[in-house]
């Protein structure tokens, strides 16, 4: 029997309208990949990669993970890097978290909550280091704040991954991008931590190192 059936229903409906709009559209996407951009973003399942920049499938290649982070651990996430910037060859890498961040709330709460508690002890490291800035909030803008900080953190790690520099140092345009998503009016803001050089990614580390007050 077949499972959920509402879905394939949507499936269905949303390729025909696909088709009705291009009807080349399937087999052009079936030939190749060749997208621009690599989007690391959150799991949070109301930030749609795609739908929030108003792309179709096969103009941005997609890694997710709770809290958008960016680890030099994780084999996952920098495969996909890899895979992006050296056979891809994308132009522009996006670190895009969402303000109201489950993950990063999780991390400031503290509450035991299984094997995610490993992963999220990096953003809580990260909050020790702002805590002087972060704990003078209250409620949600200090969710929020760190949601920020969260990102920028990110984006420097992209700066000091190998294949990042090795892009750089053979002279391919590659430029990183921090960005945060408004769940509450589905706007992007522009966190002004992008950078498109080694040097530049330096600068930014040096930056990043200095705790905020």
């Known amino acids: 029997m077949r499972m959920l059936p509402k879905l394939f229903e949507n499936n269905r409906n949303w390729s025909r309208k696909i088709t009705a709009s291009d009807p080349e559209f399937f087999a ?36 997710r993970n709770v809290a958008n982070q960016v680890l030099h651990t ?3 996430c920098l495969t996909v890097l890899q895979y992006a910037v050296d056979v891809l060859r994308v132009k522009h890498v996006i670190v895009c978290g969402h303000y109201g961040c489950g993950g990063v709330r999780a991390a400031l709460e503290g509450r035991p909550l299984g094997l995610i508690d490993h992963w999220l002890r990096h953003v809580q490291d990260l909050w020790h280091h702002h805590a002087p800035e972060v704990n003078a909030l209250a409620g949600e803008a200090r969710i929020d704040r760190m949601c920020e ?9 992209l700066g000091r ?53």
């Not at 052009?28 to 739908?51: F, H, K, M, T």
């Not at 900080?149 to 790690?157: A, S, Y």
């Not at 391919?172 to 769940?183: A, E, K, M, Q, S």
Request: contains cysteine; charged residues 20%; hydrophobic residues 40%.
């Open 74 to 76: 994780d084999f996952n």
């Open 149 to 157: 900080l969260n990102v920028m953190e990110q984006v420097g790690h």
């Open 161 to 213: 991954a190998g294949v990042v520099q090795e892009a750089w140092r053979l002279g391919r345009p590659l430029h990183l991008h921090g960005w945060i998503y408004g769940l509450s009016d589905g706007l992007l803001r522009d966190l002004g931590v992008g950078c498109s050089s080694a040097a530049e990614a330096d600068a930014l580390q040096v930056r990043l190192s200095r705790p905020t007050h």
């Open 28 to 63: 052009r996407l079936a030939r190749q990949q060749a997208p621009e951009y690599l989007w690391i973003g959150c799991s949070d399942s109301r930030v749609p990669a795609n739908q929030v920049v108003g792309l179709l499938p096969g103009e941005v290649f997609v890694h």
